[in-house]
C-alpha cells in the first residue's frame, strides 16, 4: 500500500507522455516555418536562437539580431507568463496551457495569410515564440523524465550516457527516442508543408494538433 501514491504518481506521468509528445512534433513544426520564413530565427530552441544572436552580433551576413532578439523576449516572456497560469491536476494545466498555445498559433496563422513583409514576420515571431515559452515553462513545471518537448540536447546525452532499459516499464530509452522521432517528424512534416504549400497551411496544422491536445487533456469529471 505505501507503493501505492508513487505508483498512481507514476501513471498519471506515464499518460502524460503522448500528449507530450505530440507537443514535441509541434515544436518542430513551428521552427521549421520559423527557419524557412521568418529569417534564420529559433522560436521554440533558444539555445540555437543565442548562436544566431551571437553570429548576427559578429556580423555574420543572413542573421539578424533584431530578430533573435525579438524571439528570445517573447519566449522568456511566454515562459514568464506559463509558469504562472494555476492548473492541478497535471492535465488541467496541459489543457490550460495548449489552449492557449492553439490561440497563438492560430492568430500567426492569420497573419501569415493576411499580411506579408516584416512587420507580418516580427508579429509571428512574437505570437509563436510567446507559445513555446509557455509551452516549455510547462513541461518543466510538470517534470515528466525526458519530456522537455523543445529541446533535445541533453535527451540525446542520456541516450548515450545511460544504460538502455528497453524492457523497463516507463523506459526512459523509449521517451528519449520517442522525443527526437516526434521533434525530427516534425520538422519534417513542417518543412515539407511550408516548402511544398504554404506557411499558413503548416501553422494550421500545429494549431490543429495544439487543440486536439488541449481536449484530450481536460480532466474527465468524477463519476
Known sequence: MADDPARKAHDEQAALVPLLLAMTVVTGAVDAVSILRLGRVFVANMTGNIAFLGFAAAGAPGFSVPASLVALGAFLAGAGIGSRIPGSPSRRLLSRITGAEAVLCAAATVVSVASAGTAARYAMTVLLAVAMGAQNATARKMAVPDMTTTVL????????????DLGKRGSHTVRRLGAVAAMLTGAVAGALVVLN?????????????????AVVA???PRP
Open 153 to 164: 540536447t541533453l535527451t540525446l546525452t542520456g541516450l548515450v550516457a545511460d544504460r538502455p
Open 197 to 213: 504549400t504554404s506557411t499558413g497551411w503548416a501553422l494550421g496544422g500545429a494549431t490543429a494538433v495544439l487543440a486536439a491536445v
Open 218 to 220: 481536460r480532466p474527465r
